[in-house]
């Protein structure tokens, strides 16, 4: 009996075993086929991204020719043609130059210096052939606590940067102007004056257009803003610190650039924020401009591109309006406001009849790379058709993600152009 009960014993534990085994193997085999099914999900999706990355590669260079394509061409041919007689100016112009609070953390440096160049590495090289380069300087640079929020002061070092990277003409007409007083406007001019800055769009001194000859050519800059930050609590002498536009101002500001210049640029900060439809006011300025002759309007404010068109004045030259070229550098963290422009002009001085006409207008699209509070250089502007083509290409100088977002504002940029 005894015997029977230890081979029964014998027989279970024998079955136990084989179940077991039985379990094992399928379980392995489950498992290996759940491994095999995700190597071949994961080899489909790294095909269909390939096969992705092949078509959007071909479509870049098409894209790309084709933004703002019909906004260039309506420039006629007659102010295209260069003869040995005329003289042709080039000029560039970037966005607001903003400094938040990140951008000022990640340039502070150990022994509480501050070091902003490599956020701006890589942009001399689309401004490097221009004889004048604009922006407007969207912070001022006084003795008080730096910030970077509704009230803006930046170190001085953010100046250096930038005229380092090639930018030497900037507007002080925004809404952050006299954040600090007339005393905070008139420390940033001077301090930006010493550096070697040409600064326009102050009202301290009794004339408020800057003219810059180049080649030849008398450049005449004017430059207004909307209005400015927390105005209800601003004096009357801070409000007159600053060129806030009004048709009475302008006009007198172009009368006497026609009278001393051969041309004249507007540098208008203006519009809403975050939109890239150009508001009603912003298209009655530009009217009244154009009807006045000036040449070129240039616009910052929204932090996002906006269109730009060619119109006709009443001599049937052409205009360039451009009304946004959203920011040259922030920390704004909406994808949009990371899509910006840098704006390159040719100006024709005609050595027949000493009238300067428009003659090219070409861009470089830029994005602002955040590379993540962790990052060494947590911000890097960088040429977005260049970098997407390179990943596009094998070359991962990016994530995906980031070229999945150069995608997209390149994306925008073209439908921007379809804006009526």
């Given at each position: 009996?005894?015997?029977?009960?230890?081979?029964?014993?014998?027989?279970?534990?024998?079955?136990?075993?084989?179940?077991?085994?039985?379990?094992?193997?399928?379980?392995?085999?489950?498992?290996?086929?759940?491994?095999?099914?995700?190597?071949?999900?994961?080899?489909?999706?790294?095909?269909?991204?390939?096969?992705?990355?092949?078509?959007?590669?071909?479509?870049?260079?098409?894209?790309?020719?084709?933004?703002?394509?019909?906004?260039?061409?309506?420039?006629?041919?007659?102010?295209q043609e260069v003869s040995n007689r005329d003289t042709v100016v080039?000029?560039?112009?970037?966005?607001?130059?903003?400094?938040?609070?990140?951008?000022?953390?990640?340039?502070?440096?150990?022994?509480?210096?501050?070091?902003?160049?490599?956020?701006?590495?890589?942009?001399?090289?689309?401004?490097?052939?221009?004889?004048?380069?604009?922006?407007?300087?969207?912070?001022?640079?006084?003795?008080?606590?730096?910030?970077?929020?509704?009230?803006?002061?930046?170190?001085?070092?953010?100046?250096?940067?930038?005229?380092?990277?090639?930018?030497?003409?900037?507007?002080?007409?925004?809404?952050?102007?006299?954040?600090?007083?007339?005393?905070?406007?008139?420390?940033?001019?001077?301090?930006?004056?010493?550096?070697?800055?040409?600064?326009?769009?102050?009202?301290?001194?009794?004339?408020?257009?800057?003219?810059?000859?180049?080649?030849?050519?008398?450049?005449?800059?004017?430059?207004?803003?909307?209005?400015?930050?927390?105005?209800?609590?601003?004096?009357?002498?801070?409000?007159?610190?600053?060129?806030?536009?009004?048709?009475?101002?302008?006009?007198?500001?172009?009368?006497?650039?026609?009278?001393?210049?051969?041309?004249?640029?507007?540098?208008?900060?203006?519009?809403?924020?975050?939109?890239?439809?150009?508001?009603?006011?912003?298209?009655?300025?530009?009217?009244?401009?154009?009807?006045?002759?000036?040449?070129?309007?240039?616009?910052?404010?929204?932090?996002?591109?906006?269109?730009?068109?060619?119109?006709?004045?009443?001599?049937?030259?052409?205009?360039?309006?451009?009304?946004?070229?959203?920011?040259?550098?922030?920390?704004?963290?909406?994808?949009?406001?990371?899509?910006?422009?840098?704006?390159?002009?040719?100006?024709?001085?005609?050595?027949?009849?000493?009238?300067?006409?428009?003659?090219?207008?070409?861009?470089?699209?830029?994005?602002?790379?955040?590379?993540?509070?962790?990052?060494?250089?947590?911000?890097?502007?960088?040429?977005?058709?260049?970098?997407?083509?390179?990943?596009?290409?094998?070359?991962?100088?990016?994530?995906?993600?980031?070229?999945?977002?150069?995608?997209?504002?390149?994306?925008?940029?073209?439908?921007?152009?379809?804006?009526e």
């Amino acid at each position: 009996m005894a015997n029977d009960r230890r081979k029964n014993k014998r027989k279970i534990t024998r079955v136990k075993d084989l179940l077991t085994m039985k379990n094992f193997l399928i379980i392995v085999g489950i498992l290996l086929l759940i491994i095999f099914i995700s190597i071949g999900i994961m080899a489909y999706r790294n095909y269909q991204d390939k096969q992705l990355l092949a078509r959007q590669k071909e479509e870049l260079n098409k894209q790309i020719d084709a933004i703002f394509t019909e906004t260039l061409n309506t420039i006629a041919e007659t102010n295209q043609e260069v003869s040995n007689r005329d003289t042709v100016v080039r000029l560039s112009a970037v966005g607001d130059i903003l400094c938040g609070d990140e951008m000022i953390n990640d340039a502070k440096n150990v022994d509480n210096s501050y070091n902003f160049e490599p956020m701006f590495k890589n942009i001399s090289t689309f401004i490097d052939r221009s004889d004048l380069v604009l922006g407007t300087m969207e912070t001022t640079f006084t003795n008080a606590s730096f910030s970077g929020g509704r009230r803006s002061n930046s170190p001085r070092e953010l100046a250096m940067a930038v005229q380092k990277a090639g930018i030497n003409l900037v507007s002080l007409a925004h809404n952050h102007a006299v954040d600090y007083g007339v005393s905070g406007l008139q420390d940033t001019k001077k301090y930006l004056e010493e550096m070697g800055y040409d600064t326009v769009g102050d009202n301290l001194e009794e004339n408020t257009v800057l003219i810059k000859e180049a080649k030849g050519i008398k450049i005449a800059f004017l430059a207004y803003t909307y209005g400015l930050n927390d105005v209800e609590s601003k004096t009357t002498n801070e409000i007159n610190a600053v060129n806030i536009f009004s048709e009475e101002k302008a006009l007198a500001d172009i009368e006497y650039a026609k009278q001393n210049a051969d041309t004249i640029c507007v540098l208008m900060h203006w519009g809403d924020m975050y939109s890239t439809e150009v508001s009603d006011e912003q298209r009655n300025i530009a009217d009244f401009l154009v009807e006045n002759g000036v040449t070129l309007i240039i616009g910052t404010h929204p932090a996002v591109v906006q269109p730009m068109e060619i119109r006709q004045n009443k001599d049937g030259e052409n205009v360039l309006v451009a009304y946004s070229l959203g920011n040259f550098c922030s920390s704004i963290a909406e994808d949009n406001s990371k899509v910006e422009l840098i704006l390159n002009i040719e100006l024709r001085k005609s050595g027949e009849d000493g009238k300067v006409y428009l003659r090219k207008v070409d861009y470089t699209p830029i994005y602002m790379l955040d590379n993540g509070s962790s990052a060494e250089n947590r911000y890097e502007l960088i040429d977005m058709k260049n970098t997407a083509l390179q990943y596009a290409s094998g070359n991962e100088v990016i994530s995906r993600e980031t070229y999945d977002k150069l995608i997209s504002g390149l994306d925008l940029l073209d439908n921007l152009l379809k804006q009526e």
